[in-house]
């Protein structure tokens, strides 16, 4: 499976972004997707995923309400619309995949497939 994030950019707080991953390799909607992101010198954290069966959602507590995850099967892409931007979202956003997980499981135990980070940078 291959990833490809796309999206990131500056923005000043309080404004939205939308983050896209194209998924290629095998069949889309047999697997989670999700996004992580890594602040710099902090370690990497879940933000949101979306089951591969029923398309129910699951969030990190800080983007609760604010971030929205989406997948369209048809174009192998999720999405990830960012709204009310905080500084403290500033970071490198990575798409992810794990094969047949719930978006709660996937946010305990991560993701077997990943792409390449898209930065993110949200000024105060």
């Known amino acids: 499976v291959q990833l490809q994030a796309s999206g990131g950019g500056l923005v000043q707080a309080g404004g939205s972004l939308r983050l896209s991953c194209a998924v290629s390799?095998?069949?889309?909607?047999?697997?989670?997707t999700g996004w992580f992101r890594q602040a710099p010198g902090k370690e990497r954290e879940f933000v949101t995923a979306i089951s591969w069966s029923d398309d129910s959602t699951y969030y990190a507590e800080s983007v609760k309400g604010r971030f929205t995850i989406s997948r369209a099967n048809a174009k192998n892409t999720v999405y990830l619309q960012m709204n009310s931007l905080k500084p403290e979202d500033t970071a490198v956003y990575y798409c992810?995949?794990?094969?047949?997980?719930?978006?709660?499981?996937?946010?305990?135990?991560?993701?077997?497939?990943w792409g390449q980070g898209t930065e993110v940078t949200v000024s105060s």
């Open positions: 390799g095998r069949r889309f909607s047999s697997y989670a």
């Open positions: 992810a995949a794990r094969y047949r997980t719930t978006a709660q499981t996937m946010g305990v135990i991560g993701a077997d497939y």
